[in-house]
């Protein structure tokens, strides 16, 4: 089964909290828990899956913060969708692995919080097979914006070399 295919039934919003992916930070695992259920409310046509993301950035940051966090998260997740080729894979929003598009988006935040054009550019091209300079240009565009909101609210991912030690 495909990490997209996989079941996206509503009870797999069930847990109250952040989902923890083994070494990684709170600042990784807000991206990735917001990817998730972005993506999987795309899919179902659930707005709850966003409702979850919303109860997840407000609880961690405060319900002033989230406002302009959920904002940037939803812009990239559309903006990546729009320049996909491909449907973009997430796992269930309980499971504790990350598949390939999750380490992939999560790079592309990492390199954009730490101002690494050439490390965010392969990072968008990754996750959209275009090799269309202003599409990846503005895959990048949104993913800064959304790396600056969680900046602004004191999360700062690791930089794209630590990360690989933590996850593949």
């Known amino acids: 089964m495909q990490p997209h295919e996989a079941n996206l039934s509503r009870p797999d919003f069930g847990g109250p909290g952040l989902q923890t992916f083994g070494t990684v930070t709170l600042p990784e695992r807000l ?36 406002g302009p966090a959920v904002t940037a998260l939803a812009t990239w997740v559309r903006t990546l969708r729009r320049h996909t080729a491909r449907p973009l894979d997430r796992l ?15 790079r592309l935040i990492a390199a954009c919080q730490h101002r690494s054009r050439c490390l965010a550019r392969a990072a968008a ?19 800064d914006g959304f790396a600056d909101a969680l900046t602004k609210c004191g999360q700062q991912v690791q930089r794209p070399a630590e990360m690989a030690a933590h996850i593949t």
Do not use: K, M
Not at 34 to 62: K, P, Q, S
Not at 92 to 106: A, I, K, N
Not at 126 to 143: F, K, M, P, R
């Open 31 to 66: 991206v990735v828990s917001g990817y998730r259920c972005w993506l999987t409310g795309y899919a179902t046509g659930d707005i709850a899956c966003w409702e979850v993301a919303w109860n997840l950035y407000a609880r961690t940051l405060g319900p002033e913060h989230a």
């Open 92 to 106: 269930p929003f309980g499971c504790s692995r990350l598949c390939p598009d999750e380490t992939t988006g999560l």
């Open 125 to 143: 091209f990754e996750l959209t097979s275009q090799q269309s300079s202003c599409l990846i240009d503005d895959v990048v565009g949104v993913a």
